[in-house]
């Protein structure tokens, strides 16, 4: 089965929010996202609840949950590859709006250059 391509959302600066995200949690926490990323990869669009919902504005969010803590990656999709634009821990079952808002934006700049906004996965 070919996996789907998945990459991260890069600013015009060059950071990389998901990744400088992931590398700030626990090791368990970072482990556990990895795996979903790596779920992703293998399901791709088929990935449902509860390991991914959509939301408002086409955009996605991987769901991982350790304890009472949720973590959230938002991600959209662009021509076939899931483009992962950053990542949230959470108590609540709430999204933040502001969440949803940044996920849009980024989606609007991946679309207007996929290439300035396209860093790879090399360790998923």
Do not use: D
Not at 3 to 22: A, D, T
Not at 55 to 71: D, K
Not at 81 to 99: C, D, F, M, N, W
Not at 102 to 124: G, S, Y
């Amino acid at each position: 089965m070919t996996e789907i391509r998945v990459v991260y959302y890069r600013e015009p600066s060059g950071q990389v929010p998901l990744q400088r995200w992931l590398y700030t949690l626990p090791k368990t926490s970072h482990s556990e996202c990895h795996k979903s990323i790596r779920r992703l990869q293998q399901v791709g669009q088929n990935l449902r609840l509860p390991h991914a919902r959509r939301l408002p504005g086409n955009i996605y969010e991987l769901r991982t949950r350790i304890g009472t803590l949720r973590y959230r990656i938002f991600y959209f999709w662009h021509s076939g590859t899931a483009v992962l634009s950053h990542g949230i821990a959470k108590k609540t079952s709430a999204i933040p709006q502001r969440e949803i808002a940044r996920a849009l934006k980024r989606k609007q700049q991946f679309e207007q250059n996929p290439a300035l906004h396209t860093q790879e996965i090399t360790n998923a």
